[in-house]
C-alpha cells in the first residue's frame, strides 16, 4: 500500500466545497425539489397540533416529517460535497418514517402513542443507569434528577392518554414502539420495498463496501483507499434522499387528512420520479 501524506480539516473543507460547486450544477434541477418539499413541510406544519389531542397522530406526523426533511438536505450536502457512500446512513431513516408513517394510517393513536411511549421509555431507562452510575461513583448528579421526574411525569401522562382511548400503554409500546419493518411492507402490499430499497441502505451503511471497489482499489501491488471526497456517485443518493423524503410528505399528508397537500405532495412525487430516471 502507497502511504500518502495526511490532510488537514482545511484541505477536507476545501475539497468537499469544490467537489460541491463542480457537481451541483450537473445534477439540476434535482436539489431544486427540496424548495417545493420545503414548502410542502411548511404547510404541513402551519396546523395546530398535539399529542394530547383527539388525533396524536398528526403531531407525530408533522414530527417525523420535519426530521426526515433535515436527513434529507443533510444527504443531499454530503452527498455533493463528495461523500455520497455516507448519505444512506440518512436515507435509511427517512424510509424508516415512511414505514412508522404506514403504521400510523392503521393504527393512528395506538401507533402514535406507543411510538411515544417508546421513546420516553428508553430515554427514562438510559436516565436511570446514568443516575445508579453517577451516585455508586460520587460524581454530581447535576439535574439529572429533576429531569427523570420530568421524563417520569410525560411517561404517565401518555399512560393516562392511552387508557382515555381504551389501550394498555405497555401492550401498544411493544407492538408500535419498535416496529417490524418487514411486516407493515407487506401488509400494504410493498415487500419489495423492504427487500430492496431498505436491504440496499442497510447494507450500505453497514458492510457493502466490503464487497464493493467503491472505497478500494487495487492496482498492481497498489492497494489505493479512498479517504477523501469523491462526487462521481452523488447522483443517485441525491435522488434517493429527495424521492424518499418526497414519499414522506405524501404519507403525512395523508395521516392528517389534508387532501391538497396530498394531491400536491403525490405530484411533488412524480416530478422527483421523473428526475431521478
Avoid at 236 to 244: E, F, M
Amino acid at each position: 500500500m502507497r502511504r500518502e501524506t495526511a490532510k488537514n480539516w482545511t484541505w477536507f473543507r476545501d475539497a468537499g466545497a469544490e467537489a460541491l460547486r463542480v457537481t451541483e450544477p450537473t445534477l439540476r434541477p434535482l436539489p431544486d425539489l427540496l424548495e417545493q418539499e420545503d414548502r410542502l413541510l411548511i404547510d404541513l406544519l402551519h396546523r395546530p397540533t398535539s399529542w394530547t389531542s383527539g388525533r396524536p397522530q398528526d403531531y407525530v406526523a408533522c414530527v417525523l416529517s420535519a426530521r426526515a426533511f433535515r436527513l434529507c438536505v443533510a444527504a443531499v450536502s454530503i452527498s455533493l460535497s463528495g461523500y455520497p457512500d455516507a448519505a444512506p446512513n440518512l436515507t435509511r431513516s427517512i424510509w424508516e418514517t415512511c414505514i412508522r408513517l404506514l403504521d400510523l394510517l392503521d393504527n393512528p393513536i395506538a401507533g402514535a402513542l406507543g411510538y411515544l411511549s417508546k421513546g420516553a421509555a428508553d430515554e427514562i431507562r438510559s436516565m436511570k443507569a446514568e443516575l445508579k452510575h453517577l451516585l455508586a461513583t460520587g460524581e454530581p448528579v447535576g439535574r439529572l434528577e429533576t429531569n427523570l421526574g420530568r421524563w417520569e411525569d410525560y411517561y404517565s401522562r401518555l399512560r393516562d392518554a392511552a387508557t382515555s382511548y381504551g389501550f394498555d400503554l405497555l401492550t401498544i409500546e411493544r407492538k408500535h414502539g419498535s416496529l417490524n419493518m418487514r411486516q407493515v411492507c407487506a401488509s400494504h402490499g410493498a415487500e419489495k420495498a423492504y427487500e430492496v430499497d431498505y436491504t440496499f441502505d442497510s447494507l450500505f451503511a453497514h458492510c457493502h463496501h466490503a464487497s464493493m471497489n467503491g472505497l478500494i482499489g487495487d492496482h498492481g501491488r497498489a492497494r489505493l483507499f479512498l479517504l477523501g471526497p469523491d462526487a462521481g456517485e452523488a447522483a443517485g443518493a441525491v435522488c434517493d434522499a429527495i424521492v424518499r423524503t418526497a414519499r414522506v410528505l405524501v404519507l403525512a399528508a395523508t395521516v392528517v387528512g389534508d387532501t391538497d397537500l396530498v394531491r400536491r405532495a403525490e405530484s411533488l412525487l412524480l416530478d422527483a420520479n421523473k428526475q431521478s430516471t
